[in-house]
Nanobody, 115 residues
């Protein structure tokens, strides 16, 4: 049973934009903390952006001012708007849902920034 489904990745030129989507089941969307991670070849998976308790958000320093995480409660969907993309943003991006009892990962979506 697939719990998280990402979409929106692709090839984009440096300076371009992409929006990633993560559709979740209702129970996960309501009860889990949602975040985006990424993993570049040869590197560890890292947190890109996430929601924190109280409704706030946090971002990796490398994406602050360029990426925005948001959510649509009616659609049970989390988004990652990525602007001013750089070659170093190239990675597989994963949606993550986490609670005290466990978590889920999406299948990942490839983002490639290249001219």
């Amino acid at each position: 049973q697939v719990q998280l489904v990402e979409s929106g990745g692709g090839l984009v030129q440096p300076g371009g934009s992409l929006r990633l989507s993560c559709a979740a089941s209702r129970s996960i969307f309501v009860n889990y903390g949602m975040a985006w991670y990424r993993q570049a070849p040869g590197r560890q998976r890292e947190l890109v952006a996430g929601f924190i308790s109280g409704g706030g958000t946090n971002y990796a320093d490398s994406v602050k001012g360029r990426f925005t995480i948001s959510r649509d409660n009616a659609k049970n969907t989390v988004y990652l708007q990525m602007n001013s993309l750089k070659s170093e943003d190239t990675a597989v991006y994963y949606c993550n849902a986490l609670s005290r009892t466990g978590g889920y990962w999406g299948q990942g979506t490839q983002v490639t920034v290249s001219s």
